[in-house]
RNA sequence: GUGGGUGUAGCUCAGUUGGUUAGAGCGCCGGAUUGUGGAUCCGGAGGUCGCGGGUUCGAAACCCGUCAUCCACCCCA
């Protein structure tokens, strides 16, 4: 028989890396919190309209890369590809809008996107992202930067660079995009295959384009910068000045556009240079129509998106090893009496809240000592018929391998005492 | 969807120009006199050599196909 195997681009998490995806997951947790955030948990999967609305029908995500199949009754549901659209739907049937703004909310979860796996890349990943919404007002972009950035100092993520870019309004790309077109029209020769497509698609993204050619086609292009309304240069510069204040370090990088169509003024993304191909580490905007576009009350929002499978990739060992082993206690119980009196001690002591562990594979006092070794226990109690005739068990200190009497009937007081002095 | 690399024990990998029962290290289980772990020594379990064809007296090795995985393109977190 041919065995099960998991599904491509999606991992198991064994319990030996568990511990660093927490790390990385209480540690944004408790900087979203101290920022003011509260968690939202919204389903992994919703009506295939609401993300095809959002984040835009002629997207790469939209278009190829959804999880999309038929319910029952025949209405087209699919797994999340990113976090925002659920948010933002949760928010508008709530009637969120209805509550005190401002309102800010995180989430942490896993994403789905049918993409060829690759380094830092699959097809369930995991994203701790925020949404912040009611305030259009260029300090709540700085304060979701400033929490990205922060969560990813905390961590010690090595190579990172901040970027940011201004998308003005929809009516500012509106208005550039004739002018961006003509000019793209103009070199279309000395552009790649897939940006020709682009030109009458999606023309903005021929910037961020990554073949060298392109680049440099693009260099002359006439910039979003310097067709923006007034409205949105201020904006921008005040956002600007805001991440200055803060001692936020970034890099204006003009060509930067989301893969996102619900976008405008602010977009940044964090890279890191130690990651591969797959560079960036999180990323986001603003989105102020994106609230009304699917039903909602005019509502500005800005936020942000961290890749968790990327940040475990960088997260360094030396970050990790501070969490201490918590003290514990093996159960070494054998003989025809010593073995159930060690199995009625096992769950006296976590019935008292002891981390307590045994191998009731072992027969033998040495190979359960060798078991206590190699599990780290801090003591083992060793019961065996002897200690059942004598009402007394033996706490060995497997550091120290100092031996002490401990009477059965008064195991959990006596441990309990030891257990507060290490 | 496209390209390239790699598939041998739980893990990391050897395996000479095709040649007999496929190896090592680590890990796992057990033992080294009677109830005391880590070190050392000894022993043991564990492999359809990814899968399916083909070439050959003979294939882990050569050829074809296929699948898986990794990396890159694309795109994104």
Known sequence: MDIIKGIK????LLPEETPRWRFIEETARRWALLYGFREIRVPIFEVTSLFARSIGASTDIVEKEMYTFQDRDGTSLTLRPEGTAGTVRAYIEHNRAADPLPQKYFYSGPMFRHERPQAGRLRQFNQFGVESFGMADPRADVEVIALLWRILSDLQLPGLTLEINNLGSATDREAYRPHLVTYLQRITDALCGNCRRRVDSNPLRVLDCKVPDCRSATEAAPRLAEMLSNEAQLYFRAVVTGLEAVGIPYYMNHRL???????CLTTFEVTSTSLGAQNAVGAGGRY????QTLGGPPTPAVGFALGLERMALMLPESVLTSAQRPVSIYIAGFGTHGSPAGFSALEE???AGI???SDFRATSLKSHLRQA?????TFTLIIGDDE??????ILRDMHTKVQRDIPLTSLIPQISSLIGAC
């Open 373 to 377: 070794d190699r599990l780290g226990a």
């Open 355 to 357: 981390l307590a562990i």
């Open 9 to 12: 681009g999606v991992k198991d």
């Open 257 to 263: 556009v989301r893969g996102l169509d619900y976008y």
């Open 288 to 291: 102020d129509g994106l609230v």
């Open 388 to 393: 059942v005739v004598t009402g007394s068990g």
């Open 349 to 351: 002591l976590r019935r």
